[in-house]
T-cell receptor
């Protein structure tokens, strides 16, 4: 089983739509969670960290459900510039190599006008 | 400030040749990572350096791959006797690391390797 599983999509939505991505992780001891964004032929960049209580950054909302080992990202009022691949990222905590992050394969989003 | 830099940005080589890829992490970052990404695929972890600890080499696909990190800063990924399946973008990332938990990873622009 992979450490991080994501629906690869693609998701194709019109401008202004709300879209949600989900991700599951296998290690219940994971402590750090992130969403990264990768534009076509570019390097990944951090979009936001995911905190236990959930957190919001403008149009983006991230949620964490530890009991279900599930992370989500909600994008409201989608913009054309949101078109990218969204990577779910977790760390594997105590008992293994600390600091190493595990990346999902990404969910592709295309926002059309 | 300066981000992670990688060189060369593109490398075309012939099958069987050796290549060296370089990564300059952000100054002060103690952790350095190498990944590779084939066209349309996710990130594949290769190797991870943290301070003076032994590197985590568990992602290296074969003994043709090796990496060094000199002086806790610059890293070189070497691929010997390159094969066509080695063609990919090789990404380097660095981060602070405190308390055993990883802070944000900052990626370099990558080296696009093509093996003919």
């Amino acid at each position: 089983r992979k450490e991080v599983e994501q629906d690869p999509g693609p998701f194709n939505v019109p401008e202004g739509a709300t879209v949600a991505f989900n991700c599951t992780y296998s290690n219940s001891a994971s402590q750090s969670f992130f969403w990264y964004r990768q534009d076509c032929r570019k390097e990944p960049k951090l979009l936001m960290s995911v905190y236990s209580s959930g957190n919001e950054d403008g149009r983006f909302t991230a949620q964490l459900n530890r009991a279900s080992q599930y992370i989500s990202l909600l994008i409201r009022d989608s913009k054309l510039s949101d078109s990218a691949t969204y990577l779910c990222v977790v760390n594997k905590a105590r008992g293994s190599t600390l600091g190493r992050l595990y990346f999902g394969r990404g969910t592709q989003l295309t926002v059309w006008p | 400030g300066a981000g992670v830099s990688q060189s060369p940005s593109n490398k075309v080589t012939e099958k069987g040749k050796d290549v060296e890829l370089r990564c300059d992490p952000i100054s002060g970052h103690t952790a350095l990572y190498w990944y590779r990404q084939s066209l349309g695929q996710g990130l594949e972890f290769l190797i991870y350096f943290q301070g003076n600890s032994a590197p985590d080499k568990s992602g290296l696909p074969s003994d043709r791959f090796s990496a060094e990190r000199t002086g806790g800063s610059v890293s070189t990924l070497t691929i010997q006797r390159t094969q066509q399946e080695d063609s990919a973008v090789y990404l380097c990332a660095s981060s602070f690391q405190t308390g055993g938990l990883t802070d944000t990873q900052y990626f370099g622009p990558g080296t696009r390797l093509t093996v003919l």
